[in-house]
């Protein structure tokens, strides 16, 4: 069954924005640690943004100081505005939920159980 859904890709321009969102009818993301995820092609997935039920917040160096990950007020939505792309940020972006709290600088695909199956994101010059 599908628990994560995203949401938001598409076609920019370099120097543009978009907004992503990762929905779900299946849990309470009030509970869950929630992250972002994209996978560039033919390189590994990355780490990106993540939003712990706590309210705290952390992100990759990938993107950082572009990005802002926030949770929607109906609590079901987690979202990932991206400011300021460049085609190197052309990648398939998931979005990732684990109930665990991550307190390690370290961030790994393995860490999160549940996935969804992404949306591309393409950046053009």
């Known amino acids: 069954q599908v628990v994560l859904v995203e949401s938001g890709g598409g076609l920019v321009q370099a120097g543009g924005s978009l907004r992503l969102s990762c929905a779900t009818s299946?849990?309470?993301?009030?509970?869950?640690?929630v992250a972002w995820f994209r996978r560039a092609p033919g390189k590994e997935r990355e780490f990106v943004a993540e939003?712990?039920?706590?309210?705290?917040?952390f992100y990759g160096d990938s993107m950082k100081g572009r990005i802002t990950i926030s949770r929607g007020n109906a609590k079901n939505t987690v979202y990932l505005q991206m400011y300021n792309l460049k085609p190197e940020d052309t990648a398939t972006y998931f979005c990732?939920?684990?109930?665990?709290?991550?307190?390690?600088?370290?961030?790994?695909?393995?860490?999160?159980?549940?996935w969804g199956q992404g949306t591309q994101v393409t950046v053009s010059e």
């Open positions: 990732a939920a684990d109930s665990s709290i991550f307190v390690s600088s370290i961030r790994l695909p393995h860490q999160y159980n549940l």
């Open positions: 299946r849990i309470t993301f009030s509970a869950y640690t």
């Open positions: 939003s712990s039920p706590n309210g705290q917040t």
